[in-house]
């Protein structure tokens, strides 16, 4: 059916599989955070292995590998968090972490950008975190590889190079929750669909961007992930 609209809809954000084919269309993206104990313990909080707790971003938050984006708006204190990304290719909801890596379709390198001094506002008056980590060009996303041809979840390196200065480096194996948990979950909450994607936690090392800053990350078995900050800011 023909269906009419005041304005062309936007166009659907998608990433690249890395065998050339379809699209993986995105559809939201979950972050998790405070997953690796050294990250909450250098930004001052006590490590809560209670639960996991989430916020989101919005698929138009995309930002494809290889790009030059400007510095984000309306902040002094931009922050990188390099991610190790699952894509969801089935429905999920109320799984188990047994059965949760059925929902699985594969993995990408992501970088969380996070306007930190939006985010310390808002903390500082218990209000959600949304405009310190959902804007445009806050995730920067590389292509997906498939479950089979990544294997298994391991001790894998995730690492990022901040202006080819090696300021990340951990093992998946660091994460206090695992991505079968983390999975069974948010199942709980959501019914994840495919098209969802799961930033999974940053390790310790985070800092601040400026204008001219290239970053590099990636996570051993994936392709990298890079973006440049303009040097004249816009």
């Not at 799961?198 to 051993?220: E, F, R």
């Amino acid at each position: 059916m023909h269906l009419d609209y005041v304005f062309d809809p936007p166009e659907i954000p998608a990433l690249p599989v890395t065998e050339q084919g379809p699209l993986f269309p995105l559809r939201r993206i979950f972050c998790v955070g405070r997953n690796y104990a050294a990250h909450a313990i250098e930004m001052g909080n006590e490590v809560d292995r209670e639960a996991p707790f989430y916020f989101t971003k919005s698929a138009h938050c995309l930002c494809h590998t290889g790009r030059e984006i400007a510095y984000p708006a309306v902040t002094q204190d931009c922050h990188y968090e390099m991610e190790f990304c699952v894509a969801i290719g089935a429905e999920a909801a109320q799984v188990s972490a047994a059965n949760a890596m059925d929902a699985v379709f594969g993995y990408a390198s992501g970088i969380d950008l996070t306007r930190r001094d939006l985010q310390a506002l808002a903390k500082h008056l218990r209000r959600p975190w949304d405009v310190g980590k959902d804007f445009e060009n806050a995730a920067i996303l590389g292509p997906v590889t498939r479950k089979a041809d990544f294997g298994e979840i391991a001790d894998q390196t995730i690492w990022l190079d901040h202006d080819g200065t090696r300021a990340q480096n951990a093992p998946l194996s660091d994460m206090i929750w695992s991505v079968p948990e983390i999975i069974a979950d948010l199942s709980r909450l959501y019914t994840l669909l495919p098209g969802d994607l799961i930033m999974t936690g940053t390790p310790a090392g985070v800092g601040a961007v400026k204008p001219g800053s290239v970053l590099k990350g990636g996570i051993d078995g994936l392709v990298p992930v890079q973006v440049t900050i303009r040097k004249d800011g816009q």
